[in-house]
T-cell receptor
């Protein structure tokens, strides 16, 4: 079965430190992967995607993600966290059966000053 | 500015009542989606539409209905058959299959 897992419900990071939000996936064939961010009472905003090519993908607001095929992971990273990065982060993978997205449960990122 | 507009932002439903959530986009996107978001869970797909006058059920379509009479509009009706409608509802749209989805700011539905 195709699935996406975000193993951490919450991640706490001090401002200025690097951050990582983890995502693992299980799909048949080549994965199409996405990261989104959601601020309270708002819709989701697209951060970045991996379709093919370079395993390190750069996205919006200084975020990047590393695709690792052998570990079936697509972790979101940022070298230096800001308090304003505090939000809910979602990983998603495209379902090859109907081309729709399968969503992880989300990870709450808290950046402390 | 192009975008997706959901209305109303807050909605209250009485027992036995149907309510309709509006979603309008001016992005000229072909595909549109409705998701339900509950605390601690990811987004669950209710319905989606790839073209006008066509739509498909998602994972949790029971108790919901949609229409797609215009490219710009994809309203969702929460019927009285949906026994637990309290949730945050998100509408999204996209262009091509590999393109990201764009989201509205949601409608929060509660039971009176």
């Amino acid at each position: 079965a195709q699935s996406v897992a975000q193993p951490e419900d919450q991640v706490n990071v001090a401002e200025g430190n690097p951050l990582t939000v983890k995502c693992t996936y299980s799909v048949s064939g080549n994965p199409y992967l996405f990261w989104y961010v959601q601020y309270p009472n708002r819709g989701l905003q697209f951060l970045l995607k991996y379709i093919t090519g370079d395993n390190l993908v750069k996205g919006s607001y200084g975020f990047e993600a590393e695709f690792n095929k052998s570990q079936t992971s697509f972790h979101l990273k940022k070298p230096s966290a800001l308090v304003s990065d505090s939000a809910l982060y979602f990983c998603a993978v495209r379902d090859i059966r109907n081309y729709q997205l399968i969503w992880g449960a989300g990870t709450k990122l808290i950046i402390k000053p | 500015d192009g975008g997706i507009t959901q209305s109303p932002k807050y909605l209250f439903r009485k027992e036995g009542q149907n309510v309709t959530l509006s979603c309008e986009q001016n992005l000229n996107h072909d595909a549109m989606y409705w998701y339900r978001q509950d605390p601690g869970q990811g987004l669950r797909l209710i319905y989606y539409s790839q073209i006008v006058n066509d739509f498909q059920k998602g994972d949790i379509a029971e108790g919901y209905s949609v229409s797609r009479e215009k490219k710009e509009s994809f309203p969702l009706t929460v019927t009285s058959a949906q026994k637990n409608p309290t949730a945050f509802y998100l509408c999204a749209s996209r262009t091509g299959e590999n393109q990201p989805q764009h989201f509205g700011d949601g409608t929060r539905l509660s039971i009176l």
